[in-house]
C-alpha cells in the first residue's frame, strides 16, 4: 500500500488543522493506521492509531486536542488536530499495519512521506 500525507502547513497557536493520509494499492480498511510526529532533534513519537474496527488510541499529550477517523469510501484516514501548540511543530507521518499495532515504529509497514506542521507562538 502506498500513503500519501497531506494537510501540514503554518498556523498560529490555538488553531487548527486536519491530515489526510491517502491510501493507494490497498484498502485502508484492511489496515491498523497510525499517525505519527517527529520534532528536530528528536525521535519520532507516536500519535494516535485507528484500528480496523475503528477503535482509536491517542497519546496523552493529544488527547482531548485530536480526533482520528478514517473514510474508507475515499480510502483515506484523517487526523484533526485543535489548540495546536508551538510543542505540536513536527513532521507528521501517516504509517499502516497489518500487525496488531499500536505506539512502536516498528509495528508499522508501510509509511506516508510526512507533512511538516509549524505552529507559531
Known amino acids: 500500500v502506498q500513503l500519501q500525507a497531506s494537510g501540514g502547513g503554518l498556523v498560529q497557536a490555538g488553531g487548527s488543522l486536519r491530515l489526510s493520509c491517502a491510501a493507494s494499492g490497498q484498502t485502508f480498511s484492511r489496515y491498523r493506521t497510525g499517525w505519527f510526529r517527529q520534532a528536530p532533534g528528536k525521535e519520532r513519537e507516536f500519535v494516535a492509531v485507528?484500528?480496523?474496527?475503528?477503535?482509536?488510541l491517542y497519546v496523552d499529550s493529544v488527547k482531548g486536542r485530536a480526533t482520528i477517523s478514517r473514510d474508507n469510501a475515499k480510502n483515506t484516514v484523517y487526523l484533526q488536530m485543535n489548540n495546536l501548540s508551538p510543542e505540536d511543530t513536527a513532521v507528521y507521518y501517516c504509517?499502516?499495519?497489518?500487525?496488531?499495532?499500536?505506539?512502536?515504529?516498528?509495528?508499522?509497514?508501510?509509511w506516508g512521506q510526512g507533512t511538516l506542521v509549524t505552529v507559531s507562538s
Open positions: 504509517a499502516a499495519s497489518t500487525k496488531f499495532a499500536t505506539t512502536l515504529v516498528t509495528d508499522y509497514d508501510y
Open positions: 485507528i484500528t480496523r474496527s475503528g477503535n482509536t
